[in-house]
């Protein structure tokens, strides 16, 4: 899956009709892993989907940083429609792992080497080295 996404978002990168032939890559992704992970992300280098990214939902104005794990059905997005929300989107610092299942809402910061527990409901920032847990996501350690 990270191979594929690499590649849609260096085409994305390119402008043009290169963006056409990323939604291609994009689309194959889906098919292949049931995933939506926009091309026009911004992804660091070493960061891993987990299991093929399966069911991960990420929107295109994400930014997370490098070498982080997330695990499978996670979503990255906003709290409301594109409209309402002026695409306010999470930013995912180095380091973090999120948990299966977890839901990272609206304009909040991860701060670096956070760990999300599975299934948690993010919704405010979360410091460096946090460890947040449930729903809503209240810091364990």
Excluded at 43 to 56: A, D, E, R, S, V
Excluded at 83 to 97: A, L, N, Q
Excluded at 101 to 117: F, Q, R
Aim: proline share 2%; glycine share 14%.
């Amino acid at each position: 899956m990270n191979f594929l996404w690499r590649i849609a978002h260096h085409l994305y990168s390119l402008g043009g009709t290169w963006k056409k032939c990323a939604r291609v890559f994009e689309i194959v992704s889906f098919v292949i892993a049931s995933n939506a992970i926009s091309a026009q992300a911004v992804i660091g280098k070493g960061t891993q989907f987990y299991h093929h990214g399966l069911g991960c939902v990420v929107h295109e104005n994400v930014v997370i940083g490098v070498n982080c794990k997330i695990f499978q059905n996670v979503t990255l997005g906003a709290k409301l429609s594109e409209k309402e929300s002026g695409d306010k989107v999470p930013t995912v610092g180095d380091g973090v792992m999120i948990g299966a299942g977890s839901v990272l809402l609206g304009d909040i910061h991860i701060g670096n080497h956070a760990t999300i527990g599975a299934n948690a409901v993010i919704v405010s920032d979360v410091p460096e080295y946090a460890v947040v847990v449930g729903v809503p996501g209240r810091i364990r350690g």
